[in-house]
Structure formats: structure tokens, C-alpha cells
């Protein structure tokens, strides 16, 4: 008998799911689980922030109240309760409540961008994000075969007199994506300025500015620049997510923004997964209707504030000269530039030996650039061995 070779599938994979961006992110994950590393590597919060009793004694609640909502089926656009608990912190803290037709809960901020994309995006549109930018929307954006164009970024954000001038020169995006807030991977956050330039630029040339604040509840201080959604309702669309308040085992989010366009982000989601689970939904709700997130924030904060804290002085102490790296004033990461001719590719290889895991900065570029850089994660590393992996990491970079 003829044997048959083995079907070669990936020859039938569809062209928009090619390249090689997927691969950098099984590596990244890869990484995250061998714990025998000293991980600065993945962008996932602390389990120390988990609500570990609390979400089990909110499930007996439900069980024993006989709740049904928090196990069935949910309407697309989200249940009444959650949608209200968003709305209500949307207002507090951004000090613009959402009206109904705005506010759409998603499976996670990465289905916001997904949903976003399905929306917007033909063959060859151009998406505008920073560069750096986080690995999942390159890939949201690539997988509608979008074109991805970065604008480089500095100390105070996106460099949006840059992108004037590319829009000037012709640029012609359909969206432009950014991270306002304690970016990822480069740790710093948009200037007031910027702020309101972009908006202005979105209403003079038509493009709907994508917001991700996926850590702006994760400042160090209670300093915070006004969100792009809140200064322009009319050209934003806000994604955020519960991933990095709450627990992301639950896959919960939010996408928030003019009307037309969140009854086209409805219409898209009801034939990706219909309506984000309600189980993560009612948990989400009574844990911001019982004040609980905000008992928890307090104690996310400072945990990542003193590992920050210490990461950065290990750099201070440690880094060779020509070293430089950014200084976070919350969330997870900091961007570090290697020496002149510095490879961070062949850094995160040797430094994988000497038990340390980092993620190489080119891996945030859509176009590879960024061989210098490494991003930095402060987030997940047990704060005791944070000094520890610095050392064995600067003593690869000196040279
Ligand atoms: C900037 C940014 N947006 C979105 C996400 C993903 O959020 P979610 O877990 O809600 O899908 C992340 C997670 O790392 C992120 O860093």
C-alpha cells in the first residue's frame, strides 16, 4: 500500500495569516514558561494581584442566589449591569460618561482591535501606529491585510509633529493607533500637546484615532493626561481592558466610541464570539459596584511602583555607559537602548543561557526595526530576584 505523505497544511493557510510576527509572540510565551528564568519578558500582571477569594466568593453568591444572567448567553453589545459598571468608572475617572449607544463589552482589549479592524480595514489600508508598538495590534492590524506604517516616538510619546508632517506629505490613514498611557513596550506617556494636536489631526484629515489604555489605571501617581476619548469623543475609539485591574482569565474589555462606529463594532462581533462572557462580566460588576477595584488598585499600584523602582536602580548600578533606558511613571515596561552596534537579538540568546529572558526590541517594529532595544518587564518578575537578573544581564551587555 502507497504510503501518503503527511498533508503540508500550512501551503493552504490563508495569505493574510503569513509572516512572521506570530512566531515572535510563541517565542516571547515560550519563555514565560520555564521557570527556571529570571523573566523580564511577558507583559502579564502579578498573581499577587489576583482576587483569588473574593471572585470564589462571588461565585457562590451567584450559585446560591440562583442568578442565571452570570451563566447564560449575554446581548452582544454587553449585560445591563456591566455595561452600567463601565460606564459609571468611564465617568469617574475620564470624566465622560458614555451614552448607550457608545459602549460595546469585548472579549478583551485585543478584540476591540480585532473588531476594529474587521470594521475598517480592506486589503492595503493604512493603519499609522507608533514605533514601538504592542505586538498584538501589528497583528489585529496585518491579519486585514492592512498596511502598517510606525511614527517614531520619544520620551514624550508618539512624535505627532512627525506624523503632521506625513499626513502633509499624503499620508492617508484610516486609523491611527496609540497607547497614550505608560506605553508598551516603551514606558512613557503622551504630552498634553500631542494630546491635543492628534485629535485636531484626526478631524482635519479623517482618520479615526484608535485609543488603547490597557495601563492607564496603572500610574504610579495620580497625575493623568486627559484620554484622547474624553477630549474628542468624535473621532475616538477607546479600547481598554480588565486584564490588568482585575484577572485576564477573564477576557474582558471595552471599546467605546462614536455611535455609528460601535453599532458596526456589534454588528462585527456577532459572528466572532457573539457576546464576551457573561461569567467575567457579573464578576467585573459587583467587584466595581462593591468598591473592590479600587481597594485593589491601590495595592497594584505599589506593588509595580516598588518593582519598578528596584529594576530601575539595578539598571542605574549596574548598566555600562551608553546605556539608556526609559523611566516608566506606570504600567509594566521599560524601553532600554543598547550601547552603539549593541544586537539585542543575539543579547536575549546569550542571556536565555545565563538564566535570564528579555524580549528583543524589533519584535514591536512592523518593519524590524529596533535591533538595540529590548523591552524590559517589571511586571511579573518576583521582586527579590529583579536585582539579581539585572546583574547577569548587564554583564552580557559590557563589554
Ligand atoms: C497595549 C495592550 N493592549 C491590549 C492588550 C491585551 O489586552 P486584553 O488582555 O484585554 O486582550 C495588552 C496586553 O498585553 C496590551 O499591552
Not at 262 to 277: E, H, I, P, Y
Not at 324 to 335: E, I
Not at 362 to 369: Q, R, W
Request: some cysteine; glycine content about 10%; proline content about 6%.
Amino acid at each position: 500500500m502507497a504510503v501518503r505523505e503527511t498533508p503540508r497544511w500550512d501551503r493552504l493557510f490563508a495569505e493574510r495569516t503569513r509572516g512572521d510576527v506570530g512566531e515572535g509572540i510563541a517565542a516571547v510565551l515560550a519563555f514565560l514558561g520555564r521557570p527556571d528564568l529570571i523573566s523580564f519578558a511577558g507583559g502579564f500582571p502579578d498573581p499577587l494581584t489576583f482576587p483569588r477569594e473574593r471572585a470564589a466568593a462571588l461565585l457562590g453568591e451567584f450559585a446560591a442566589a440562583g442568578e442565571s444572567n452570570a451563566f447564560q448567553y449575554a446581548p452582544t453589545r454587553g449585560l445591563a449591569g456591566p455595561l452600567e459598571a463601565i460606564a459609571g468608572r468611564l465617568e469617574a475617572l475620564q470624566g465622560r460618561r458614555p451614552a448607550d449607544d457608545e459602549l460595546v463589552i469585548t472579549s478583551g482589549a485585543i478584540e476591540a482591535l480585532e473588531l476594529v479592524g474587521k470594521s475598517f480595514l480592506d486589503r492595503g489600508d493604512v493603519v499609522v501606529v507608533e514605533g514601538p508598538t504592542y505586538l498584538g495590534a501589528i497583528q489585529a492590524f496585518r491579519s486585514f491585510e492592512a498596511e502598517v506604517v510606525a511614527i517614531p516616538m520619544d520620551e514624550h510619546g508618539l512624535q505627532v509633529d512627525e506624523l503632521e508632517r506625513r499626513l502633509a506629505d499624503g499620508l492617508r490613514p484610516k486609523l491611527v493607533y496609540t497607547i497614550p498611557d505608560h506605553q508598551n513596550p516603551a514606558g512613557v506617556s503622551l504630552a498634553r500637546e500631542r494630546r491635543e494636536l492628534l485629535v485636531e489631526l484626526a478631524r482635519r484629515h479623517g482618520f479615526l484615532i484608535v485609543e488603547d489604555v490597557a495601563y492607564r489605571e496603572l500610574g504610579f501617581d495620580d497625575e493623568a493626561e486627559p484620554s484622547l476619548w474624553s477630549l474628542a469623543p468624535d473621532v475616538v475609539m477607546q479600547a481598554g481592558t480588565t486584564s490588568k485591574t482585575l484577572f485576564p482569565g477573564v477576557r474582558l474589555g471595552w471599546a467605546v466610541g462614536p455611535a455609528d462606529v460601535s453599532a458596526q463594532l456589534v454588528s462585527a462581533k456577532q459572528n466572532t464570539d457573539q457576546c464576551a462572557g457573561a461569567l467575567g462580566q457579573r464578576l467585573f460588576e459587583e467587584y466595581v459596584r462593591r468598591g473592590w477595584i479600587d481597594e485593589q488598585l491601590v495595592q497594584s499600584r505599589s506593588l509595580y511602583r516598588r518593582k519598578c523602582e528596584r529594576m530601575l536602580a539595578a539598571l542605574e548600578r549596574c548598566m555600562p555607559e551608553g546605556t539608556r533606558w526609559t523611566s516608566p511613571k506606570g504600567g509594566f515596561f521599560s524601553w532600554l537602548t543598547l550601547p552603539d552596534g549593541g544586537d539585542a537579538g543575539d543579547l536575549a540568546r546569550r542571556a536565555v543561557d545565563r538564566g535570564v529572558a528579555i524580549v528583543p526590541g524589533s519584535l514591536f517594529f512592523a518593519d524590524g526595526s529596533g535591533g538595540n532595544n529590548v523591552r524590559l518587564s517589571f511586571s511579573l518578575v518576583e521582586e527579590t530576584k529583579i536585582d539579581d537578573g539585572i546583574e547577569r544581564l548587564a554583564s552580557l551587555v559590557r563589554p
